[in-house]
Nanobody
Framework: QVQLVESGGGLVQPGGSLTLSCAASGRISSINVMGWYRQAPGKQRELVVDISSGGRANYADSVKGRSSISRDNAKNTVTLQMNSLKPEDTAVYYC???????????????WGQGTQVTVSS
């Protein structure tokens, strides 16, 4: 069994900052990509940023320059720091991981339960 557990999120004023953290646990053999997606009401889920095991990050244009992702491969954790938050950043944020379990032979995608981020004054 694999779990991705997110923490952080909440209500933030426009221009504020927020940190989201995610920890993957369970019978994990290897993790390829970890990242964050978000889904606003009435919209499709979209990539915010992901990061490879080697540390290469891929940011969505909408958050580039005001977000930073980091990863601890030893702890299977990923952290997203978001600055200069805007109302349009309001969404449910999901942690994701492309990983192989200790009993699996191929990689698959796993998701956290999501955490609400609301940017409002």
């Amino acid at each position: 069994q694999v779990q991705l557990v997110e923490s952080g999120g909440g209500l933030v004023q426009p221009g504020g900052s927020l940190t989201l953290s995610c920890a993957a646990s369970g019978r994990i053999s290897s993790i390829n990509v970890m990242g964050w997606y978000r889904q606003a009401p009435g919209k499709q889920r979209e990539l915010v940023v992901d990061i490879s095991s080697g540390g290469r990050a891929n940011y969505a244009d909408s958050v580039k320059g005001r977000s930073s992702i980091s990863r601890d491969n030893a702890k299977n954790t990923v952290t997203l720091q978001m600055n200069s938050l805007k109302p349009e950043d309001t969404a449910v944020y999901y942690c994701s991981a492309n990983l192989r379990t200790s009993v699996g032979v191929s990689f698959g995608w796993y998701w956290g339960q999501g955490t609400q981020v609301t940017v409002s004054s």
